[in-house]
């Protein structure tokens, strides 16, 4: 490690997500407002009470990644092997003898591969123990992906997986921004992957009162009728490097990550801080250690679950942390088109920032009807619009108190 701080910037982004299983899909469906709530396929609905559900659809996973890597691969690192792809091949980074030991791996997930958790529980059950696949574990631990990308790409740098509920892919790039920031690496593959489309997950939150059980037009983000978040699936992947690094090798550099903050409620193991002082302190953090001014920012992608109690607070929180300047700028939830991703999230919605700042273009917060007295900021409601961005502000929450925040601004 050196005392020298290296700016970090983006040359590689890949998405799939409910709108589309590349980049290009998912932002012109982003733009248009489109929707990825649909029916149940991956599971019977049954007794479920969440009426959509924002599956990634058409998957093949065999035709995306190979044969052999799926087999080997639960969901969740069927999704992060292809967003790391085509992230990958739009950074032009190749991995070499000479540079392995540099370049690392950090995602976010927030349980790993629980969908072969639950399915080898039932091939136990009903078969007995000599039926489990000899795969089991490495397609459930939640650090299986990371590792695997570690060996597709031969990257021998620091390679970890960072869980922290839905704040997980906003702090996979926080740490990732920081370990090149201090010198500790070139560059890094990040981001976050989510498949949690299980009966027991899905009723876990239907039990904790979370989801929305309407059949159309759901979720609400800061809605006065919002009536909970419909879960989603996807990845974010990002290829992080060093300004110099990235220079020196003719990179397109894309935006630059600009700050970060953390911070931990102590409050409540899934209900955010009175007022959401947790989270408007992150914002504050993540201002300061990108040396900027809450009037320096443009744009913020909410974490906007759609749930009664974080839209209002989360509403609160920005407008302790930005003061008058929060009723002059733009937010959007763009849940409200992919679902919640949950450890995903944040790092989906900061590739959507980097588009946002690229395009000069800002995604809107569909299913918008009912203004919320509690909610009053400019939401972009239903239609995407041309706004200038210089500076973007992402949020992601989640439960245990987590707050992260991430500051994307334009590469000057």
Request: some cysteine; overall charge negative; aromatic content about 4%.
């Amino acid at each position: 490690m050196n005392n020298k701080k290296h700016r970090v910037v983006i040359t590689g982004v890949g998405l799939i997500t409910p709108l589309g299983h590349t980049v290009p899909e998912t932002w012109e469906a982003i733009l248009a407002g489109k929707s990825g709530a649909g029916e149940w396929t991956l599971l019977e609905k049954g007794e479920h009470r969440m009426g959509l559900i924002c599956e990634v659809k058409e998957f093949d996973a065999g035709k995306r990644i190979g044969r052999k890597r799926a087999r080997r691969r639960d969901r969740v690192q069927q999704f992060a092997t292809a967003a790391a792809e085509e992230a990958m091949e739009q950074s032009g980074l190749i991995v070499t003898d000479e540079n392995r030991d540099n370049i690392g791996i950090i995602l976010g997930t927030g349980v790993g591969g629980i969908r072969t958790m639950v399915s080898q529980e039932e091939a136990r059950r009903k078969k007995g123990l000599r039926r489990l696949s000899p795969f089991a574990i490495t397609m459930i631990m939640p650090n299986g992906a990371s590792g695997m990308l570690a060996i597709d790409y031969g990257m021998q740098g620091p390679n970890m997986t960072i869980t922290t509920a839905c704040a997980s892919g906003n702090d996979a790039i926080g740490h990732a921004f920081r370990a090149i920031r201090h010198g500790e690496m070139e560059a890094v593959l990040t981001g976050g992957s989510e498949s949690i489309i299980t009966h027991i997950a899905i009723g876990g939150f239907e039990s904790a009162r979370a989801t929305s059980s309407k059949l159309e037009k759901t979720p609400q983000p800061f809605d006065k009728n919002r009536d909970g978040l419909v879960v989603g699936e996807g990845a974010g992947i990002l290829v992080l490097e060093s300004m110099e690094h990235a220079q020196e090798r003719g990179a397109t550099i894309l935006a630059e990550v600009a700050g970060y903050g953390q911070t931990a409620d102590a409050h409540h193991i899934t209900a955010p801080s009175t007022g959401g002082l947790g989270s408007a302190k992150a914002m504050r953090k993540a201002l300061a250690d990108a040396d900027l001014q809450p009037e320096d920012v443009d744009y913020i992608s909410a974490h906007g679950t759609a749930t009664p109690m974080n839209d209002g607070t989360e509403t609160a929180a920005i407008k302790t942390a930005l003061g008058d300047h929060a009723y002059t700028i733009p937010v959007s939830s763009t849940k409200s088109m992919t679902g919640h991703i949950m450890a995903a999230t944040g790092a989906i919605e900061a590739v959507f920032c980097t588009l946002v700042i690229r395009d000069q273009m800002v995604p809107p917060t569909i299913n918008y009807e009912t203004p919320d007295p509690e909610c009053d900021l400019d939401y972009v409601p239903n239609h995407s619009r041309p706004h200038p961005v210089r500076v973007c502000m992402n949020n992601a929450f989640g439960f245990g108190g987590h707050n992260s925040v991430l500051i994307i601004k334009k590469f000057e």
